[in-house]
């Protein structure tokens, strides 16, 4: 690789030293380098990242700060389809795989071309009020349904492929891709998926059931959850939030469509590990 972009979270690096330091020595390796600031969320075409600014031949994009950062850059540049490697400047990581100690050991094998690629599915979803689509955005890990204000259950109707599947009274319902099954959905009782695979997980939140189990479905299925009715059919408010961090305002009535993206998120991979490894590795973490 000889073409990087650097995407930083001024939150973790303040002062931008680590990042003006990587770049150093990229370019002191004779490679290029640009660096942009994830900017504060805004309205408009990109969340944090505006992928306008990163020049075409970009082989490569560091993302420097978390999980979290590396969520908010996938969504914004996915449509580039450049691989990302993210470095974890903060707490302990499962999409950022570079800790602190090894930044430059990573960038050397980055600059030897000794990576793989792994393609990560992407979710869409649409907000759908009176048949008009009132909002919509991509999401690496995952999209939440869930109730909005005093706590109290809310009634989800789940459809597959325009067939009612059922209805759970809950806090809410998680949609999750594979790379999201170590997130939210695995604290809600989820079952781990592998990254690399391509398929759906539905994942109730706190159901008043006793029917509390994960549903998997292909990735082709396309699943629609709708807002019911409260008690004493009273309106009831939702939220449908994207990867935790872009929300759409639901209410009765309203539904959201939620199927495959059509583009992937491509991320870096460096340690060669499998998946059994790395989650046995996780598992005695923890």
């Known amino acids: 690789m000889d073409r990087f972009y650097i995407i930083t979270n001024n ?7 680590l990042t003006e330091e990587i770049e150093t020595y990229l370019t002191s390796h004779g490679k290029e380098c640009r ?8 309205k408009g075409k990109f969340h944090y990242t505006d992928p306008d600014l990163i020049p075409e031949g970009t082989q490569c994009i560091l993302v420097l700060g978390g999980d979290g950062t590396l969520l908010q850059a996938a969504r914004d540049v996915v449509h580039r389809e450049i691989p990302l490697l993210g470095m974890n400047l903060g707490t302990l990581g499962f999409l950022a795989e570079v800790d602190k100690n090894s930044i430059y050991p990573s960038l050397d094998q980055l600059m030897a071309d000794d990576y793989e690629i792994e393609e990560r599915m992407m979710l869409t979803g649409s907000v759908v009020r009176n048949g008009k689509v009132i909002g919509e955005d991509v999401a690496l890990n995952d999209i939440v349904i869930c109730r909005e204000g005093p706590l109290r259950v809310v009634r989800f109707k789940n459809y597959v492929n325009n067939e009612y599947l059922n209805s759970y009274n809950a806090d809410g319902i998680i949609i999750s891709t594979p790379t999201g099954s170590t997130g939210y959905s695995l604290s809600c009782g989820g079952p781990v998926v592998s990254p690399d695979a391509s398929m759906t997980l539905m994942t109730p939140i706190a159901p008043h059931t006793m029917n509390t ?3 998997i479905f292909p990735a082709e299925d396309v ?5 019911g009715e409260g008690r004493r059919q009273n ?7 994207f990867d935790g961090d872009t929300v759409i305002p639901m209410v009765t009535g309203d539904k959201i469509i939620i199927k495959k993206a059509s583009v992937s998120c491509r991320i870096l991979k ?3 590990l499998s998946f059994v490894e790395v989650l046995r590795q996780k598992m005695r973490d923890n």
Do not use: P, Y
Request: net charge neutral.
């Open 11 to 17: 939150a973790k690096d303040r002062d931008f030293k």
């Open 35 to 42: 660096v942009q600031q994830a900017e504060l969320k805004q």
């Open 213 to 215: 189990r994960s549903i």
């Open 223 to 227: 699943i629609t959850v709708e807002i």
């Open 235 to 241: 309106e009831e408010k939702g939220l449908a939030s």
């Open 270 to 272: 460096l340690n060669h």
